[in-house]
């Protein structure tokens, strides 16, 4: 039996190493598996911990299959949502990533749904939706 959440983004970003690198930064992620590439360049697969749970990833691998990281401009096709104790905790995430090139697209604001809830947009292509409880 595995420890691993049920459910899991997997992300194909490249440069992957770089792209660890943000996430430990801005969302305070902890690497729990890294497999290097055999040619050296590319991370074949890394399982990060966020908020407790799981984002894996790894670069692109065009060579094996029909997977490819986003260009840029590309729309986002799905986002990864990161839930936090309180509206401080959004509120600093979404400074912290700001600071280390991610895209704010929304927020944070105190939604109609009775959260505080921000959309950032990292600077590999990929979306993240941050809820916490409604507050200042």
């Not at 094996?64 to 990281?69: F, S, T």
């Not at 700001?98 to 590999?124: C, H, I, Q, Y």
Request: proline residues 7%; glycine residues 10%.
């Amino acid at each position: 039996m595995t420890d691993r959440p049920k459910v899991a983004p997997y992300l194909t970003v490249s440069p992957a190493a770089a792209a660890i690198a943000f996430y430990t930064a801005a969302f305070g992620a902890k690497q729990k598996t890294m497999m290097p590439a055999i040619d050296g360049l590319r991370i074949t697969h890394c399982e990060l911990t966020i908020n407790g749970g799981a984002v894996m990833l790894s670069d692109a691998f065009p060579e094996y299959g029909k997977v490819r990281a986003p260009l840029p401009g590309d729309l986002a096709t799905m986002s990864v949502s990161l839930e936090f104790d309180t509206a401080g905790e959004v509120d600093e995430t979404v400074k912290r990533a700001a600071a280390l090139g991610a895209t704010t697209e929304m927020g944070p604001v105190n939604s109609f749904w009775g959260t505080r809830f921000a959309v950032v947009k990292d600077p590999f292509g990929h979306r993240w939706m941050l809820n916490g409880p409604a507050g200042g």
